[in-house]
């Protein structure tokens, strides 16, 4: 089982600001199948990222993702108050299919 | 418009079972891998069991094999969770899912229900 850890737990930043994630895995992801997704309060996930840097469907260019191997990356700039959730990495390389613990931004 | 609507959640004694069912609707069902996901309230994502677009290929979280069993109905866009021998530590919100690919397991999640609580306690 591929272990995914998130960093940093919590990060505080204000509007305007630009928001770097970090998602490691315990073992190559193949083909760098890494997915990031976005949870607000009482709603279901929201799919951000796949294939570790192509954006989903209405997502904006201020949102982009990179890494390979074990290193992967989540980028936000010109952070809006509508960006302020919890976002989680998740790998598809291989079963059984599992997410990191998330990151907290604030 | 996508449309999952998870029904079948309640509260259940531990040791009994519970049927989770997911009604999808605008898009082509038999055209996607579909899949279940369960979250504390507070607490991070978990997979539970997903499989492709036929049912002949299905994969299960090892907290899910042989007690849970997912299952689709492509005639009827429907996707189902059955539940035996549920434990207190099955508590949580299940999710289901659309995966973008059909044929795989593995799979990325562009359409998510709200959600179905499940209550394990005695």
């Known amino acids: 089982e591929i272990v995914l850890t998130q960093s940093p737990g919590t990060l505080s930043l204000s509007p305007g600001e630009r928001a770097t994630l970090s998602c490691r895995a315990s073992?190559?992801?193949?083909?760098?199948?890494l997915a990031w997704y976005q949870q607000k309060p009482g709603q279901a996930p929201r799919l951000l990222i796949y294939d570790s840097s192509t954006r989903a469907i209405g997502i904006p260019d201020r949102v982009s993702g990179s890494g390979s191997g074990t290193d992967f990356t989540l980028t936000i700039t010109r952070l809006e108050p509508e960006d302020f959730s919890v976002y989680y990495c998740?790998?598809?390389?291989?079963?059984?299919?599992?997410f990191g613990q998330g990151t907290r931004l604030e | 418009e996508v449309q999952l609507v998870e029904s079948g959640g309640g509260l259940v004694q531990p040791g009994r079972s519970l049927r989770l069912s997911c009604a999808a609707s605008g898009f082509r069902f038999d055209d996607y891998g579909m899949h279940w996901f369960r979250q504390v309230p507070g607490k991070g994502l978990d997979w539970v069991a997903g499989l492709n677009w036929n049912s002949d290929k299905i994969g299960y979280a090892d907290s899910a094999k042989g007690r849970f069993t997912i299952s689709r109905d492509n005639d009827k866009n429907s996707l189902h969770l059955e539940m035996t021998r549920l434990r207190v530590e099955d508590t949580a919100l299940y999710y289901c899912?659309?995966?973008?690919?059909?044929?795989?397991?593995?799979?990325?999640?562009?359409?998510w229900g709200q959600g179905a609580l499940v209550t394990v306690s005695s």
């Open positions: 899912a659309r995966g973008r690919w059909g044929t795989t397991v593995a799979n990325h999640f562009d359409k």
């Open positions: 998740q790998q598809y390389g291989s079963l059984p299919i599992t």
């Open positions: 073992q190559s992801v193949a083909s760098n199948y």
